[in-house]
């Protein structure tokens, strides 16, 4: 029997040539051959290579570094230290396969690995898109584990499904698990924001509190920072998931802040404003079901973009609004549901829209410096803009042309992660 570590290393970076012999006697006899260096590394564990390199003078070593910032990649990855830190031990010291690709190149993966572990040890991107899986030429199923020398081949879909919840019980390595997780914790870190604001606004309203004043003042800053967060962000999606209680909230904000001093929040109308003049429906990148070049006009009130969910309203004389399918607008026109008709998002259309968003920060210097770099990075074109400074909270609010929901979110994202950002948010009239 052979065994070659040093072509192929173990995960641990262990490297060595095995063999077995027959001894006198007949009594089976296992060699190890391997440098001294490599025989550092194997008595006295991987951090020895590191030592060894720098008493020896030596040049740095580019496949230890590799190997290095790969560790730190997953740690990064894996926002629970104790996790990484059991995933870490698995992988140190469990046996490996190795497998190919269909090139030729080797993929060394955790012993019971499957085509899904591969798939991600290829690309996260060809992981999300997997669909199946060839071994040797032939179609076997996901959970079909892999076996040193098999040859591999992903199948895809171009739509990029995503992984099925169910893959976290195949996958063995730990890179497959951490890109599904985050996956699933992208998908409902969005709608779980989204309902802790949902949740607060309502406790509000409740205790007749004007949102609008609140949203971004000292105050609620002064009170999230009380529950331990120091973005807002963070703070909502715990409030969404049940970490923290709204009404446990409110009563922190009126315990700061005296009902009777604050101006009362103005009333919106449900009348839909006044919009820009129609124009072609295909213009705005709007498929009507059953008309062709009809005219239409995106809603004030609510300013859809391409990727929100939209409805369309029949105007008399005025052709068709365009609603997104949560203005509260919406619901007062449901009052005449047979005018209302199907439309969706011509995805063959470039077109961009224009959407207000607003970025509450703790004030300092080259804030906007900063927050006009980000909009230009991600190829948002600001119109106009407008803030103010009160208690050491700018707020500031921007109108900027957008081409679709993805983008946006995309920009909200790095203008929260801007030093000393507190929130950054899509505004609407209503």
Not at 27 to 49: C, D, K, S
Request: net charge positive; proline share 5%; aromatic share 8%.
């Amino acid at each position: 029997r052979f065994k070659d570590f040093v072509a192929m290393p173990k995960f641990n970076r262990y490297r060595s040539l095995h063999t077995t012999v027959i001894g006198p006697e007949g009594n089976p006899l296992e060699i190890q051959v391997r440098t001294r260096e490599m025989h550092e590394e194997a008595e006295y564990g991987i951090a020895a290579h590191w030592v060894y390199k720098r008493g020896k003078g030596a040049k740095q070593d580019d496949d230890w570094l590799t190997w290095v910032k790969s560790l730190m990649d997953w740690q990064q990855d894996e926002a629970d230290p104790r996790e990484f830190m059991k995933t870490f031990r698995t992988d140190l010291f469990d046996d490996e396969v190795y497998v190919f690709t269909p090139k030729g190149e080797v993929k060394t993966l955790p012993t019971g690995a499957t085509p899904i572990d591969f798939a991600y040890a290829v690309h996260t991107d060809v992981g999300h898109k997997t669909v199946g899986a060839k071994i040797n030429g032939r179609i076997v199923p996901l959970h079909y584990r892999l076996k040193s020398g098999d040859f591999v081949q992903i199948l895809t879909s171009k739509t990029g499904r995503g992984p099925s919840r169910d893959w976290m019980s195949l996958a063995a390595s730990s890179r497959a698990r951490n890109k599904i997780r985050q996956f699933f914790q992208r998908e409902t870190r969005g709608e779980t924001e989204a309902k802790g604001r949902e949740l607060l606004d309502n406790a509000l309203k409740a205790q007749s509190l004007p949102l609008r004043k609140l949203q971004g003042s000292a105050v609620l800053a002064q009170v999230i920072r009380e529950t331990g967060f120091k973005k807002a962000e963070d703070f909502y999606i715990a409030l969404g998931s049940g970490k923290l209680q709204a009404g446990h909230i409110v009563n922190k904000v009126l315990q700061r802040l005296k009902t009777e001093e604050v101006a009362e929040e103005p009333v919106v109308s449900l009348k839909p404003p006044r919009s820009r003049s129609t124009v072609a429906s295909d213009s705005l990148g709007i498929k009507v079901h059953g008309v062709d070049d009809v005219l239409a006009r995106m809603a004030k009130c609510c300013t859809p973009v391409p990727g929100d969910p939209i409805l369309g309203y029949i105007s008399l004389g005025r052709g068709i609004t365009i609603h997104r399918e949560d203005c509260p607008n919406v619901k007062a026109l449901m009052r005449t549901p047979e005018r209302f008709t199907p439309v969706e998002w011509d995805g063959s259309i470039a077109a961009s829209f224009r959407v207000q968003i607003a970025v509450d920060s703790f004030d300092r210097p080259r804030l906007l410096e900063d927050v006009a770099r980000t909009f230009a990075e991600h190829g948002a074109n600001i119109v106009s803009y407008g803030g103010v400074v009160e208690d050491g909270m700018a707020r500031n609010w921007y109108t900027a042309e957008i081409g679709e929901v993805k983008e946006l979110r995309t920009l909200l994202g790095a203008l929260r992660n801007l030093d000393a950002v507190f929130d950054a948010y899509r505004m609407t009239p209503n």
